[in-house]
């Protein structure tokens, strides 16, 4: 199974120590895989105006210093390309949520149109769009909850 951790780095993220939790829930997610709580190949991604796994990323590995910087829109159709359409695999999104109207309505019809939980998403900050709300949108001191039996799903 592979897990892909999405790391919104779009402008809003940069506010409010945003970066920094999300290097620590990322942190987590590597740590409880490693510790076999869970299993899968966490490929991380870097999402704003474009959408990209780093390929040469290993959980292992510290957090890469260039995801702590945050700037530009977040692009919801990148994000649609990069899996194009349907992934071989669950994905986590780490936002704030702070997208514009067209972007919501794009993530969302994409979100709908895979298979059912393959998406789930981690409220990132004190302050989080009050769009993201549902049963498979978690805080991120939630991560944990977000995780426990999801994986175990097989591939989506």
Same mark, same amino acid.
């Given at each position: 199974?592979?897990?892909?951790? $999405?790391?919104? $780095?779009?402008?809003?993220?940069? *506010? ?23 299993? =899968? ?9 474009? =959408?990209? $796994?780093?390929? !040469? ?20 159709? /990148? ?5 194009? *359409?349907?992934? !071989?695999?669950?994905? %986590?999104? %780490?936002?704030?949520?702070? +997208?514009?109207? /067209? ?6 019809? +994409?979100?709908?149109?895979?298979? /059912?939980?393959?998406?789930? #998403? ?8 009050? #769009? %993201?709300?549902? $049963? ?5 001191? !939630?991560?944990?909850? /977000?995780?426990?039996? +999801? ?6």
């Amino acid at each position: 199974m592979t897990l892909y951790v $999405v790391c919104d $780095v779009s402008g809003s993220m940069g *506010e409010d120590g945003r970066p920094f939790l999300m290097r620590t829930v990322v942190t987590a997610i590597a740590q409880w895989i490693q510790l076999g709580y869970g299993r =899968a190949q966490i490929q991380l991604c870097r999402w704003a105006a474009e =959408a990209t $796994v780093l390929p !040469d990323w290993d959980a292992r590995q510290d957090y890469p210093p260039d995801l702590l910087v945050c700037q530009g829109r977040s692009n919801a159709n /990148a994000l649609v390309q990069l899996f194009e *359409e349907k992934p !071989d695999g669950k994905i %986590l999104v %780490l936002s704030d949520g702070f +997208w514009s109207r /067209a972007e919501s309505k794009v993530f969302m019809q +994409w979100k709908d149109r895979l298979p /059912a939980d393959t998406v789930r #998403l981690i409220k990132t900050g004190s302050e989080t769009s009050p #769009l %993201l709300k549902g $049963v498979k949108v978690f805080a991120a001191e !939630d991560i944990l909850a /977000a995780l426990d039996g +999801w994986l175990e799903g097989g591939p989506a």
